[in-house]
């Protein structure tokens, strides 16, 4: 979500007349785009704002924070840190340029933070990259209770879909190949009747869209519809981001997720069902207050059943003004356990995962140069696969793998 409001921001400061730079001490202005989901992403955010004071004093430099953190902790970004100069939420930067420039012409603080409908209509960011993201809804009207997202964002709401598919086009024209569907929870889609898998059908059928994928889907609101959809149209990728978060049905109900374990499950099995193939990926929570050790083997027996492609595993972080802040959370000694417990036994069965795929071939869209040696590359689940050749941005190619670099599949050209 983050990438796709940088794109946002990009474009319309271009459209003021910037130009984007990669070297900080080339800037005149310098935006930290902002997480709120945990408190070390605030964290790691604060302490790189405060390293920025010294360049803020050169020049006639414009030091601004965006984003979600810069809607939740406003008030303390205006007293403790008064060398920035421009405090922006994240409904707020269609005016950006008209606001930066307000800010080197008067010398004034600005701070915007009111949230309303926004969803950026009519602005359509380049694609810089061959893969890329749309944002077709913005906020959460969820409430998960341990969740950020409808306080710093709004709640939910749905782009109209000609604008949607106006970007895919955009977006397709120039060079992107991978587009995927953005938003805190796909599935609550609506727009004038337009539920979330006939828009799926509806930018799939948009000409030349090679790939097509989308996050995140929440699974008390998931809809058969998508798996049929996927089935039918060859360019949806078989990918599917289901958050688990807790494979305990008493923490789910704290949660305030909306479903159960085993409603979890069977839309598991559906899915592997009627998509053998699909890559099925989740998030999940461990040390959530009151969670008992006996509970978090639940999660970890959803696992071994499931056999995720992979999972972004996080330990519990309280986050004031969540219904969950006001519970005692567990020790932290016991938590770190847990999620170290937890990340382990999910590493081993992507490591067997991995290791499943030597011998056998996958269509590779390749992306960028690898780290060390050679061309990176996606699969149609998601997965990196690296060759140890030179390949163009954008190529195409069968690959088979051979090798396993850690949980990296290595492969040769078919």
Known sequence: MNKNDSSIIIHLLNENG??????????????????????????RA?????????????????????????????????????????????????????????????????VETSLDNETYCGIYPAGLEISTFISITRGCSNFCSYCVVPYVRGGVRSRPVQDIVKEVENLVSGGVKDITLLGQNVNEYLYQGIDFAKLLKICALVPKLFRLRFLTSHPKDFDEDVIETIKTQKNICERFHLPLQSGCNRILKLMNRKYTKERYLDLIKKIKEEIPEAAITTDIIVGFPTETEEEFLETLSVLEKVKFDDAY???????????????????????KKRLRTLIDFQNRIIADKTKAMIGKTYEVLFEAEAKKYGTRGKTRGNKDVIVEKNIAPGAVHEVIINKVRGTTPIGEIA
């Open 313 to 335: 595993m996080y330990r519990y972080s309280a986050r004031e003004g969540t219904k969950a802040f006001q519970y005692e959370s567990l020790p932290e000694a016991e938590i």
């Open 18 to 43: 910037y130009e984007l730079v990669q070297d900080p001490e080339g800037a005149d202005i310098l935006l930290v785009n902002t997480c709120s989901v945990r408190a070390h992403a605030e964290d």
């Open 46 to 110: 604060l302490g790189y704002i405060s390293t920025l004071k010294d360049w803020r004093k050169n020049r006639n430099r414009i030091l601004g924070v965006v984003g979600c953190m810069a809607e939740r902790l406003s008030g303390t970004l205006t007293k403790d840190y008064q060398f920035v100069d421009l405090i922006l939420g994240p409904d707020a930067y269609r005016n950006i340029g008209y606001l930066i420039k307000e800010v080197s012409d008067k010398g004034i603080r600005i």
